[in-house]
């Protein structure tokens, strides 16, 4: 599958661009990003993630939420790297404030890489809108709207 090209790529680590820490950090690297949207990707690891220990243990799965938050995590970071929020510093937050029409059309599994697209819907400051779209082994597996409230720390 051809993802969305975006006019900058960057190939840096999600800890370089975002607040976030082990174990809630959800980009292991942004793609590629620009004023209309970024593109990351994230693997999913019983190492790294154990939520996989409680979470249908028989039969391991992302929770939903986590979706939700890979994908958002995604959506920041491309708003830190271009210096849509942050400045030079990196400096910003962003805090998820709504999530609308969220579907889960696959279970994400251990091993299973989460390549989120996505495109921004509208940002006038404080409030930015993003459509989510998560794929795993080129299928869509997730997708939701969400409003993020932007800050500079």
Same mark, same amino acid.
């Given at each position: 599958? #051809?993802?969305?090209?975006?006019?900058? +790529?960057?190939?840096?680590?999600?800890?370089? $661009?975002?607040? =976030?820490? #082990?174990?809630?950090?959800?980009?292991?690297?942004?793609?590629?990003?620009? #004023?209309?949207?970024? $593109?990351? %990707?994230?693997?999913?690891?019983? %190492?790294?993630?154990?939520?996989?220990?409680? =979470?249908?243990?028989?039969?391991?799965? /992302?929770?939903?939420? *986590?979706?939700?938050?890979?994908?958002?995590?995604?959506?920041? @970071?491309?708003? *830190?790297?271009?210096?849509?929020?942050?400045?030079?510093?990196? !400096?910003?937050?962003?805090?998820?404030?709504? *999530?609308?029409?969220?579907?889960? !059309?696959?279970?994400?599994?251990?091993?299973?890489?989460?390549?989120?697209? @996505?495109?921004?819907?509208?940002?006038?400051?404080? $409030? /930015?809108?993003? #459509?989510?779209?998560?794929? +795993?082994?080129?299928?869509?597996?997730?997708?939701?709207? /969400?409003?993020?409230?932007?800050?500079?720390?």
């Amino acid at each position: 599958m #051809e993802y969305p090209q975006f006019k900058n +790529v960057y190939n840096t680590p999600g800890i370089e $661009l975002l607040p =976030h820490r #082990e174990p809630f950090l959800f980009v292991d690297t942004l793609v590629s990003a620009d #004023e209309t949207g970024a $593109l990351a %990707e994230y693997t999913y690891t019983t %190492e790294k993630n154990d939520f996989f220990r409680g =979470h249908f243990p028989d039969f391991p799965i /992302v929770p939903g939420v *986590v979706l939700i938050e890979s994908m958002a995590q995604a959506a920041g @970071a491309g708003l *830190v790297a271009t210096g849509l929020i942050g400045g030079e510093d990196r !400096k910003a937050s962003f805090i998820l404030a709504a *999530v609308e029409n969220a579907r889960f !059309k696959e279970p994400v599994r251990p091993g299973d890489k989460l390549v989120t697209v @996505a495109k921004i819907l509208k940002l006038r400051k404080p $409030l /930015v809108s993003f #459509e989510l779209q998560g794929f +795993v082994n080129d299928k869509p597996a997730c997708s939701c709207t /969400v409003k993020c409230m932007l800050g500079e720390k």
